[in-house]
């Protein structure tokens, strides 16, 4: 009897209790297998040609004949019970065709033969390990029918019967092959969808990727798949220029608006406008961002998993190292550090100390200039930005900072040139900014107030850091200071007349450090969801100052155009961001002074790279 006409007669060949026990039904169906294939050595191999024609059977054809589907599943299951008889010298067509085959394209029985067959083959021989691995990979990214059709019940049906089915081969192998975790990292790193598709395969693909991470497989591979997950939103995050995004007009301060109102359906305490997202931008950035802001709610909601499940606190290690490994320094990252401000969010006590921590750790004690400014920088923007931090816990770090820094100032040579002391003005500054954030909260606790009081000397130093920092931060610290009798001898120091120095605008050129503070408001509307709650907009910051009160330093509410204005379309993010802003009032000693504040940059870019310097 041929193997086609065997197979005709064959039914229900096997039931399986565990990969290598199988109880076979028909054991003629798999000797005659296993003849095929050890007769190919011989020169016979008529009767695996006919095997591998089952195999390689087009797909039309293939669906359209019910014989054809029971003929592929008896196939399968017969050769889960004579993979011994493979040979990869000798039977390559039939792996060839083997490893080509794709869940997406059977029904549930076949799949479940197709797996058993991957998993008996990957167990069996060191030598097909790799091949079971890819093709099973292969497989967390579905057809465009898929990608087109998820809203589709059935079509979503299909996405869990086949991804169900792969991660638990993939368990099952890892169990009996130790070694899977370390072969399976690189596969997974090479077959990450490249970022020039722009397509929404990449966010199934790493919906499978943290599914992994949170498995057993993660146990052992976890910092490895985090690394290819962040690598992949930074490329992505890198994607979207700031050019894309609507910006406000520049003759604005830092400090006198904020894109908070941006994002719709975000409305906090503080905000004052809702406004349309900025990701409807109609470009290659608009894409990209989309896809960004999918995946990090995809992350996000991953960390939320690792929360309730106890396991944040070791993720949040690996996720550190995939942060400084590839956002730390990385040029225009403005959205992917958003991951570690959100875990940190999740478990202010344990990752949220971690993070400042060892931001601070890395300003003090690392080599590398441009890392410990970028370290300070955002330093600064997850304390003041962090409203889940105790404002103990802000005073604390700062005074890390100010101890660092009042130490540089008694050991600082006599060369006071800006661009030989970098490392101290970006220390300086981030203390400043922060406490543009923070002063009243400290100012209202003695001891904590204490503990800023060698700050003075800092700022009167010979360096004279008032006027080499970004000129909007130095603008507000001052403002603040004052109104808050921050400094004891307030009759020594100057609060007036500190707007910006040549010394400010030539310090780091035309892509500044001193304007990096990558936890500004995240512009990304569903991401901007899960931050928002835990997140202190400048609108919400309760000042030192009173905002009515009439003086040199008064605040004024500034509507831009009134209600009436027919500017720009409802979609026009510039028009809805324009129309309120609160704008501190400066008085100034002449023109020039006046024009040099006018040229401040509108507000602070996290696109700015450190490496400017």
């Given at each position: 009897m041929g193997a086609v006409e065997l197979l005709n007669d064959s039914s229900s060949l096997y039931t399986e209790d565990y990969v290598g026990n199988v109880d076979l039904s028909d054991?003629?169906?798999?000797?005659?297998?296993?003849?095929?294939?050890?007769?190919?050595?011989?020169?016979?191999?008529?009767?695996?040609?006919?095997?591998?024609?089952?195999?390689?059977?087009?797909?039309?054809?293939?669906?359209?004949?019910?014989?054809?589907?029971?003929?592929?599943?008896?196939?399968?299951?017969?050769?889960?019970?004579?993979?011994?008889?493979?040979?990869?010298?000798?039977?390559?067509?039939?792996?060839?065709?083997?490893?080509?085959?794709?869940?997406?394209?059977?029904?549930?029985?076949?799949?479940?033969a197709l797996v058993n067959l991957v998993i008996s083959l990957a167990i069996s021989s060191g030598k097909y390990l790799d091949s079971c691995l890819n093709m099973l990979i292969c497989n967390f990214l579905p057809p465009h029918w898929v990608i087109r059709n998820l809203?589709?019940?059935?079509?979503?049906?299909?996405?869990?019967?086949?991804?169900?089915?792969?991660?638990?081969?993939?368990?099952?192998?890892?169990?009996?092959?130790?070694?899977?975790?370390?072969?399976?990292?690189?596969?997974?790193?090479?077959?990450?969808?490249?970022?020039?598709?722009?397509?929404?395969?990449?966010?199934?693909?790493?919906?499978?990727?943290?599914?992994?991470?949170?498995?057993?497989?993660?146990?052992?591979?976890?910092?490895?798949?985090?690394?290819?997950?962040?690598?992949?939103?930074?490329?992505?995050?890198?994607?979207?220029?700031?050019?894309?995004?609507?910006?406000?007009?520049?003759?604005?301060?830092?400090?006198?608006?904020?894109?908070?109102?941006?994002?719709?359906?975000?409305?906090?305490?503080?905000?004052?406008?809702?406004?349309?997202?900025?990701?409807?931008?109609?470009?290659?950035?608009?894409?990209a961002s989309e896809l960004l802001d999918k995946l990090m709610?995809?992350?996000?909601?991953?960390?939320?998993?690792?929360?309730?499940?106890?396991?944040?606190?070791?993720?949040?290690?690996?996720?550190?190292?995939?942060?400084?490994?590839?956002?730390?320094?990385?040029?225009k990252s403005k959205f992917s550090q958003f991951l570690m401000f959100y875990a940190c969010s999740l478990d202010p006590e344990n990752c949220g100390v971690k993070f400042a921590s060892k931001l601070v750790d890395i300003f003090l004690f690392n080599k590398s200039p441009a890392t410990r400014m970028s370290a300070v920088d955002y330093l600064a923007s997850f304390l003041a930005r962090g409203k889940f931090l105790p404002v103990s816990f802000v005073a604390n770090m700062l005074k890390r900072l100010i101890d660092e820094c009042v130490g540089y100032c008694r050991t600082c040579n006599d060369d006071i040139r800006p661009e030989v002391h970098p490392i101290f003005f970006s220390g300086c500054q981030a203390i400043m900014y922060v406490l543009c954030f923070r002063m009243k909260s400290i100012l209202d606790v003695p001891r904590l107030w204490s503990q800023l009081t060698p700050l003075e000397s800092i700022l009167m130093h010979k360096l004279d850091p008032l006027r080499v920092c970004l000129p909007s931060v130095v603008a507000e610290f001052l403002k603040q200071a004052k109104a808050g009798g921050l400094f004891i001898v307030s009759d020594s120091f100057i609060f007036d007349n500190r707007l910006e120095s040549e010394l400010s605008s030539a310090f780091g050129g035309v892509n500044r450090l001193d304007t990096f503070f990558p936890f500004d408001p995240c512009l990304l509307k569903s991401s901007n969801s899960f931050i928002s709650?835990?997140?202190?907009?400048?609108?919400?910051?309760?000042?030192?100052?009173?905002?009515?009160?009439?003086?040199?330093?008064?605040a004024e509410v500034i509507v831009n155009g009134d209600e009436d204005s027919d500017e720009g379309e409802e979609g026009d993010i510039d028009y809805a961001m324009n129309k309120m802003s609160i704008t501190p009032k400066h008085s100034f000693k002449n023109q020039m002074e006046k024009d040099r504040l006018l040229r401040m940059p509108s507000r602070i870019r996290p696109s700015t790279s450190p490496e400017s310097l």
């Open positions: 054991m003629g169906l798999v000797q005659t297998l296993r003849k095929a294939l050890t007769s190919v050595k011989t020169g016979d191999s008529d009767l695996y040609h006919q095997i591998v024609e089952i195999m390689n059977r087009d797909m039309k054809e293939f669906h359209a004949d019910p014989d054809a589907v029971a003929q592929l599943e008896t196939v399968l299951k017969a050769l889960s019970g004579s993979v011994s008889c493979i040979d990869i010298a000798h039977h390559s067509k039939l792996l060839s065709a083997l490893f080509g085959m794709k869940l997406w394209d059977y029904r549930p029985n076949v799949m479940d809203s589709n019940p059935r079509v979503l049906n299909k996405k869990i019967e086949v991804l169900s089915r792969v991660h638990a081969a993939l368990l099952k192998i890892s169990i009996l092959v130790p070694l899977t975790p370390s072969r399976l990292m690189p596969m997974l790193s090479q077959n990450m969808p490249k970022i020039y598709k722009k397509d929404h395969l990449i966010v199934v693909y790493v919906e499978n990727l943290l599914k992994l991470e949170n498995s057993s497989i993660g146990r052992v591979g976890g910092s490895m798949i985090l690394d290819v997950v962040v690598e992949r939103l930074r490329d992505l995050d890198l994607e979207i220029g700031w050019d894309d995004i609507p910006q406000d007009d520049s003759s604005r301060g830092m400090f006198d608006m904020e894109l908070e109102d941006a994002v719709e359906g975000t409305i906090n305490e503080g905000d004052e406008l809702p406004a349309r997202p900025l990701n409807q931008y109609k470009s290659g950035g608009s894409i709610v995809i992350a996000f909601e991953h960390l939320e998993s690792c929360q309730n499940d106890g396991r944040l606190d070791q993720v949040f290690e690996n996720l550190f190292k995939s942060f400084e490994n590839f956002i730390l320094d990385t040029y709650p835990n997140f202190i907009y400048w609108s919400m910051v309760k000042a030192t100052y009173d905002e009515d009160e009439e003086d040199e330093y008064d």
